[in-house]
């Protein structure tokens, strides 16, 4: 087996450890569901010797997350040993610890990197983890930076936030972050009652352009984690030195990646959570029980990875000429998204084709088409003086132009995809979120296109 293993390039190089399960704030977006450990956590001896079988299995990364990791007393005492045997070690908090203290323990442990979770200015990011939660998060990503430690911020993309994304990167360099790292917050745990806070498909199409612009302003490095994409124009600058292929080479959980819950459970990615009122399908065994390299090694292991069959795939995924190597996205996202893990939809290219087919079902010269269709959007169409169509079910709000006409956007139709846009103030007013002024795989944009 262990051939085998080294054969097809089965070797944990990354691992993601939930030290603890135990959190001090209750955030919306949670994923696990933190809040108290779970029962049977490792014991220090336990997870001592769990870093030496990862650094035994060639792992090189390990980043400690939870729950809240600093909430684990030893869990400076680990990051030493992990970097004493040649390991990086990462750690993700939500900023709450005192400051002082996570910089000795950051100090002890070797850390490479500390990340600090900002999902919005104080407004927004209170209303997702608690009052004071982003006095005290700034405080410590400030103090972090002031000792010399590599520190960035981390921030999960919602609806509820996305407004505010380039003022986060802007708050992280003022603040002395290096680098901003976005992830996509999805449906599972507390998230899964909370439609609100989820993004659409369709929000890729501003979303990955207006990182790229991120990126390229200066300040702060930007990268996205495996959950956003995938085959966008940005995709080799937001994803670094991780892709040197340029594009998206699918999910690596179970093959080059591990997670480690905080009783044992070993999964390929912690990411990948059970739906509600469901046994989780994804923990392949405990190092209670059995060893890491046993659990690794076992055969049928990961079947969802390493026994891969692109006619499992469905939708866009299975039709995708990127399939083979892309493997269908993110695991984790089609699963929350989906309850499959055979279509992630939350996938750049997908939406960018499908929205230019539909443009191109559907030809702008056909007036009277238009108003029949646009009228179809929940409302009745309205034709204004330059000529223009628009229709009801947009944005709401009322905007009023530089040229003093006021606007409801009420009855402009953002998310009309007929091949006619609303006149460009319209479009100016109401629609700056709705369509992709760069998609590289997608029509060009409308007349009046959002800067």
Known sequence: MQELVARLGYVPRTCVWELTRACNLDCGHCGSMAGRPRPAELTTERALALVDELAALGTELVTFSGGEPTLRRDWPRLGRRATDLGLAVNLVTNGQTAPDALVRGARAAGLANVAVSLDGLREQHDALRGPGAFERACRTVAELASAGLWVDVMFTVLRTNRRELAAVHALAGRLGARRLRVQLGKPMGNQSERDDLTLRPADLLWLLPALGRLARAGGPEVRIGDSVGYFSAEERELRGKHCAQGHWTGCYAGCQAVG???????????????????????????????????????????????????????????RCSHAVLCRGGARCVAHAYTGSLRHDPMCYLAVARARRAERATFPASAAAAAVLALAGCGGKAVIDGGGGASGAGGDTGTTTTSSSSTIDCATVCCGCDYGVPPPPEAFQACCCEGVCCECDYGTPPPPGCCP
């Not at 390929?268 to 509600?276: D, E, I, V």
């Not at 994804?282 to 006619?311: C, M, T």
């Open 260 to 318: 480690i819950q905080s009783d044992g459970g070993v999964k390929g990615c912690l990411s990948l959570q059970p739906r509600a009122g469901e046994a989780d399908p994804f923990v392949e065994g405990n190092v209670s029980e059995r060893s890491l390299r046993a659990i690794w090694e076992q055969p049928g292991a990961f079947a969802y990875n390493r026994d891969f069959d692109p006619d499992e795939l469905a939708g866009a995924c299975r």
